[in-house]
């Protein structure tokens, strides 16, 4: 079963990092971000920038909104773009008023340099167990189980040698003892 996952991983790992090299060597950004850059891209049809200077803006959407994009720290009241690190429609607005490309801002790690630096590392193969070095060493066994974590069971038969009183509450001499009351049958009647 590990040898499968092993070499699944090997394979995916392999295949991944081929296509981001010939797929996308040419692209800055990852496919999938850029599509989702797009849609914002079309959705900032629907608001209007306001310059205030050149690093902030203030957004007035159709909905009656309005938002502060911050260009210089990337941010927009919105917070979309703060959580994904990805424009928002806000952000892409302002960025297209001051003729700028939305990619510029997208964060690095979505870049097709980091994917490809990603997937460079390889897992190795590995030789058959049969073809391993004996080395004179004890095999490894498994661990040992013991007792889980709960609580120890209580000790309901007690041996002859050993005081009654173990496991119940102590009373001070000084304080009247605990008097328990026992529990009154309840009897139904018949009317």
């Known amino acids: ?46 608001c209007i920038p306001i310059k205030s200077d050149d690093v902030h803006y203030e957004i007035s959407c159709y909905d009656c909104a309005r938002y502060v994009v911050n260009l210089q720290n990337k941010t927009c009241t919105c917070r979309k773009w703060d959580l994904t690190s990805i424009p928002c429609k ?34 190795l193969p590995v030789n058959s167990p049969k073809l391993l070095e004996k080395t004179g060493m004890i095999p490894p066994l498994p661990p040992n189980f013991g007792r889980g974590a709960r609580r120890p069971p209580r000790a309901w038969r007690l041996e002859p040698d050993k005081p009654s009183n173990i496991g119940k509450k102590r009373t001070r001499s000084h304080q009247n003892p605990i008097i328990k009351l026992k529990r009154q049958p309840y009897k139904v009647k018949a009317r």
């Open 90 to 123: 806000h952000g892409v607005s302002a960025i297209c008023c001051q003729n700028l490309d939305p990619e510029d801002f997208v964060n690095p790690c979505y870049s097709v340099a980091v994917f490809i630096e990603v997937y460079k590392h390889a897992i």
């Open 1 to 46: 079963m590990l040898e499968w996952v092993r070499e699944w991983i090997m394979t995916r790992l392999s295949d991944l990092g081929d296509r981001a090299r010939k797929k996308w060597q040419d692209k800055k950004i990852y496919p999938k971000i850029k599509k989702v850059v797009e849609k914002n891209m079309d959705k900032a049809v629907d």
